[in-house]
T-cell receptor
Framework: AQTVTQSQPEMSVQEAETVTLSCTYD???????LFWYKQPPSRQMILVIR??????QNATENRFSVNFQKAAKSFSLKISDSQLGDTAMYFC???????????FGAGTRLTVKP | NAGVTQTPKFQVLKTGQSMTLQCAQD?????MSWYRQDPGMGLRLIHY???????DQGEVPNGYNVSRSTTEDFPLRLLSAAPSQTSVYFC???????????????FGQGTRLTVV
C-alpha cells in the first residue's frame, strides 16, 4: 500500500522564525515525485515545492526547502523567516511513475503568530 | 489564463438527488482527476483520466461516475447523493508524460457539497 503520514496535525510558529513540517511515505516503487501543497483559507491548492526521487539534491524555493531522505522515506518541509501569509494547511503528497494515484497526507495546520 | 475551472463552488443536495460537477482546463493537459477532501483525511482520489476516452477508478470511486469525451472537460457525476458524500471536491489536471506526471497538478477552486 502507498501511504503518506503527516504526524503533526497542528503547528504554530512565531513570525520570522523557522518551522519544519514532517512527512513520511511508504512505497515499493523507486521512481516517484514528492510534493508539498499549501491550502490557505481560500481553499485553493497551491504547489509549494516538488522533489523528484532520483535527484539527491534537496529542492529549494525561496524560503521553502525540503530535507529528502530516500532511504528513510522522509520528506520534511522547512519554512524559513515565517510570514503571516504562510498560515495554511500543508499537504505532503507523492505519485509514482507506475501509479496514477497521487497520495496525500492528512495535512498539517500551520499558524504563524505575530 | 483560466487554468482549471470548476463549477459550482457550493451546492446543497437532498439525499437521492443526482448532479454533475463540472471541470474544464485550458492547458491541454492529458491527465485529469477528481479528489474529495474530508477533515483529517487529506485528499483522496475518486477517478482519473489520462486522455479522452480513458478513465479509471481511484481510491474512493463508489457513488461517482466520470467520462472524458474531450481533453478539456472531465465532469464528475453523483448518481444518488448520500450524506456520506458531503465533502469538498477538487478537480486537478497535469501534464502526462507517459512515464508518470512530471509537472505539478493544477487544482480548481473546489466545490463544497452538502447532502442533507
Amino acid at each position: 500500500a502507498q501511504t503518506v503520514t503527516q504526524s503533526q496535525p497542528e503547528m504554530s510558529v512565531q513570525e520570522a522564525e523557522t518551522v519544519t513540517l514532517s512527512c513520511t511515505y511508504d512505497t515499493s516503487e523507486s521512481n516517484y515525485y514528492l510534493f508539498w501543497y499549501k491550502q490557505p483559507p481560500s481553499r485553493q491548492m497551491i504547489l509549494v515545492i516538488r522533489q523528484e526521487a532520483y535527484k539527491q539534491q534537496n529542492a529549494t524555493e525561496n524560503r521553502f526547502s525540503v530535507n529528502f531522505q530516500k532511504a528513510a522515506k522522509s520528506f520534511s518541509l522547512k519554512i524559513s523567516d515565517s510570514q503571516l501569509g504562510d498560515t495554511a494547511m500543508y499537504f505532503c503528497a507523492f505519485i509514482t511513475y507506475n501509479n496514477n494515484d497521487m497520495r496525500f497526507g492528512a495535512g498539517t495546520r500551520l499558524t504563524v503568530k505575530p | 489564463n483560466a487554468g482549471v475551472t470548476q463549477t459550482p463552488k457550493f451546492q446543497v443536495l437532498k439525499t437521492g438527488q443526482s448532479m454533475t460537477l463540472q471541470c474544464a482546463q485550458d492547458m491541454n493537459h492529458e491527465y485529469m482527476s477528481w479528489y474529495r477532501q474530508d477533515p483529517g483525511m487529506g485528499l483522496r482520489l475518486i477517478h482519473y483520466s489520462v486522455g479522452a476516452g480513458i478513465t479509471d477508478q481511484g481510491e474512493v470511486p463508489n457513488g461517482y461516475n466520470v467520462s472524458r469525451s474531450t481533453t478539456e472537460d472531465f465532469p464528475l457525476r453523483l448518481l444518488s447523493a448520500a450524506p456520506s458524500q458531503t465533502s469538498v471536491y477538487f478537480c486537478a489536471s497535469s501534464y502526462w508524460g507517459g512515464r508518470g506526471p512530471n509537472t505539478e497538478a493544477f487544482f480548481g477552486q473546489g466545490t463544497r457539497l452538502t447532502v442533507v
